[in-house]
């Protein structure tokens, strides 16, 4: 299952880069925990665990990061029980001060779950897209609250 989703921030590209790959756990929505097991210099192959909470149910995921282009592109992989989530994002400066975030993700199920998948897709994909609207809403109002707390 396939997501996409953009947002336009009134922040610059780098503190938007920065934030978006920095702070996860204070704007996402669902990540209640992460931590870095090992990071590299250049940033990709640097490999990481987070806690998701959602609905009263945490997941945790085994992740790496596969993009690290600062400030416009990233990506992660994301390896858990049910599912695998590939996630990645691009930053595009709009000019005065602004950027456009898109985030394009891809769930992969595992198992019984391929099965659940197949017969309420439709409905996973709305859920998914409805989250990923919060999420990257989450990630606008953080970016320019820190931006005003700046200027």
């Not at 953080?142 to 707390?149: N, T, V």
């Amino acid at each position: 299952m396939d997501t996409t989703a953009s947002v336009e921030i009134d922040c610059p590209i780098e503190r938007v880069f920065e934030i978006t790959n920095g702070d996860v756990t204070e704007w996402s929505i669902t990540v209640v925990k992460e931590e870095i097991l090992h990071e590299t210099k250049e940033g990709v192959e640097t490999t990481f665990r987070i806690t998701t909470e959602e609905r009263g149910k945490q997941m945790e995921f085994d992740g790496v990061v596969t993009c690290h282009e600062p400030p416009t592109a990233s990506g992660i992989d994301m390896v858990g029980q049910f599912f695998d989530i590939t996630a990645d994002y691009t930053f595009e400066d709009l000019g005065g001060g602004s950027t456009r975030v898109t985030q394009h993700s891809s769930v992969h199920p595992k198992g019984f779950f391929k099965v659940i998948f197949f017969f309420v897709g439709w409905l996973a994909k709305k859920s998914s897209c409805d989250a990923l609207d919060k999420e990257l809403n989450s990630l606008k109002q953080l970016c320019e609250q820190r931006h005003q707390e700046q200027a």
